[in-house]
DNA sequence: AAAGTGACCAACCGCGAAGCC
DNA sequence: AGGCTTCGCGGTTGGTCACTT
């Protein structure tokens, strides 16, 4: 949703109060940022890379903390973000895989997801489970399932993470555009996979997830994950979404036995060339072109960006006109395309993941 | 047209981890 | 080793816009 520039709304209404309470006696400034305000930050990023926040305030460039400078920079002012765009069917589809996997790891999510930071990804999770919470009456826990009015009258409660044991909604109580009944949830609850022909959890057939997955995947559906990774593994039904550095490593005979294996230990790196970057505004770093979750690799080795980084996630659709993408899947993947899940689907594969092997080390973990 | 509500978004806070001295 | 500082993350809050009633 295209919104006024930053600064034109003030927190807690007047221009932006400031908090003289914090730090040693000089106002530290809170709320929107204002334009100039962005440009002596962009300035102090172009000179000393992101980092050194505390500095900003220290030196006496901007009367805001560290912290709230790294968050303006991390949310708003990264050059490759996209801006403005709702999110896709298929970012919206990594967004409930990865937090199936992953859980409410935000930050890990974010790198999976060209141009999207973890707050993109957080606030459009909560906004899904609100959806969701509404569509099959079964109020969140916490704030967010509350309305705005409601929200007034009522205590905030625990947050979404904290739900206790979780109740897999039924999905046979779920009015499921298109589903059959009689389909194990998981199958169900997975449209974009043949439905029957999922192996459960258990099942007899011994055939890994990885193997299995990609196979069963209908036309259609693999149609809907163009992106490469999409075809070894990218989805498993056993828990987890497998990791793995070695796509190859899921025929191996013990692949019960293997690490997790989802194939995106190769977070979309520096992710996407965006046209609509301001860089003939501000002179950008080398290697700040294609910055995003790795930011401060590619300030610490400078490394030119000869070429643009490969669009990792190129299903996203057509380049938005400020830099970002509009969803671009009609009638194959309309953008509610999971608006029929239920929000918790993914809770009965929320169990504590194995131990993953971490993401590539060049993630920025 | 006004009120109510949902969706979206920006930014703050608290906490914990990591790094430094 | 312990304290302090900085940074990063997840959760929460509150504002605005858009849509519905």
Known sequence: MA?????ARRRGGGSGRRDAAAGGGEAVRKGHWTAEEDAVLLEHVRVHGPRDWSSI????FLPRTGKSCRLRWVNKLRPDLKTGCKFSAEEERVVLELQAQFGNKWARISTYLAGRTDNDVKNFWSTRQKRFARLLGTPLRGRSSRSRSARAQAPVASSLESRPATVVPCLDQVPLEGSSSGVHPCRAAIPFMDAQKVPLEGSSSG????????????AQSAALAPYDWAGS???SFDGALPLASDSHACSSSNAAALP???????PPCPLLDFPGLPAAGWNMAP???????MDHLAFQELLPVTQPAPKMLPFFGTECPHGGVKSELPDAAPDNFFDDLPPDMFDSLDQPPPPL?????????
């Open 57 to 60: 305030r220290s030196k006496g």
């Open 3 to 7: 919104r006024a520039p930053g600064g």
């Open 357 to 365: 092997s971490p993401p590539a080390t060049s993630s920025g973990f």
């Open 287 to 293: 290697g700040f072109a294609n910055a995003g979750a």
């Open 233 to 235: 593994g990218f989805v």
């Open 260 to 266: 997790p294996l989802l194939p995106l230990d190769q």
């Open 207 to 218: 055939v890994h997830p990885c193997s299995a997955a990609t196979p069963f995947m209908d």
